[in-house]
């Protein structure tokens, strides 16, 4: 093209629009980055999984409080406890006790004697997401457990005015058939779990 021919103004348009066009990609890959380096670098997400077969799989102690599980001995090899509802939290450790009992009455000398495998979780939106976490990070063996000296129950409890939620993973003496149950409201934990004071 003749450079003392005037150029047309398509030409002018057409430069300007990728003009414009790289300016704008420019001004949001700053403000992407931007925001990345003020919200700081991305936490990993936390590996709540327990792998049951490295646990112990003996059976309740000969002493103590006895806990049963739908009525059959066993000992408390895992306790999980989350907040209900995202941006809440458990109770101070000091409260922890009553919070136990709360859960099943009797539980925190089965703690105390049963020394378990305690995590805390971050909070849960739901009753059902947290059940279905608990199951799929504490995997039982075989069926569900079933056949095997393992059982686990998850659900939500109250503690005094607070919701939480608790998942535990016991052990018997021999294999049965109980695997997993969910807790579907609050009082099916009494029919559930119980802790009986002592060893006859």
Same mark, same amino acid.
């Given at each position: 093209?003749?450079?003392?021919? +005037? @150029?047309?103004?398509?030409? /002018? !348009?057409?430069?300007? #629009?990728?003009?414009?066009?790289? *300016?704008?990609?420019?001004?949001?890959?700053?403000?992407?980055?931007?925001?990345?380096?003020?919200?700081?670098?991305?936490l990993?997400?936390?590996?709540?999984?327990?792998?049951?077969?490295?646990?112990?799989?003996?059976?309740?102690?000969?002493?103590?409080?006895?806990?049963?599980?739908?009525?059959? +001995? @066993?000992?408390?090899?895992? /306790? !999980?406890?989350?907040? #209900?509802?995202?941006?809440?939290? *458990?109770?101070?450790?000091?409260?922890?006790?009553?919070?136990?009992?709360?859960?099943?009455?009797?539980?925190?000398?089965?703690?105390?004697?049963?020394?378990?495998?305690?995590?805390?979780?971050?909070?849960?939106?739901?009753?059902?997401?947290?059940?279905?976490?608990?199951?799929?990070?504490?995997?039982?063996?075989?069926?569900?457990?079933?056949?095997?000296?393992?059982?686990?129950?998850?659900?939500?409890?109250d503690?005094?005015?607070?919701?939480?939620?608790?998942?535990?993973l016991?052990?018997?003496?021999?294999?049965?058939?109980?695997?997993?149950?969910?807790?579907?409201?609050?009082?099916?934990?009494?029919d559930?779990?119980?802790?009986?004071?002592?060893?006859?």
């Amino acid at each position: 093209m003749d450079p003392s021919e +005037p @150029v047309s103004t398509e030409i /002018l !348009i057409a430069v300007l #629009a990728a003009a414009c066009g790289a *300016l704008l990609m420019i001004v949001f890959g700053l403000s992407w980055a931007l925001r990345r380096r003020r919200a700081g670098p991305s936490l990993p997400e936390t590996d709540l999984r327990i792998d049951v077969s490295q646990l112990p799989a003996a059976g309740p102690p000969a002493e103590g409080p006895v806990l049963e599980f739908c009525g059959m +001995p @066993v000992r408390l090899v895992v /306790l !999980i406890l989350a907040p #209900a509802g995202r941006g809440n939290r *458990l109770p101070p450790q000091e409260q922890m006790a009553r919070t136990l009992d709360d859960l099943v009455p009797g539980l925190a000398a089965v703690v105390l004697q049963h020394r378990p495998l305690i995590r805390q979780w971050p909070g849960q939106l739901s009753t059902q997401g947290f059940t279905h976490s608990f199951f799929n990070n504490v995997q039982l063996p075989g069926d569900r457990g079933k056949g095997t000296p393992w059982c686990s129950v998850a659900g939500r409890f109250d503690a005094r005015d607070q919701q939480l939620l608790a998942g535990m993973l016991c052990a018997a003496h021999k294999p049965h058939s109980m695997g997993q149950v969910t807790v579907s409201h609050v009082g099916q934990w009494f029919d559930v779990v119980r802790v009986k004071e002592y060893n006859e």
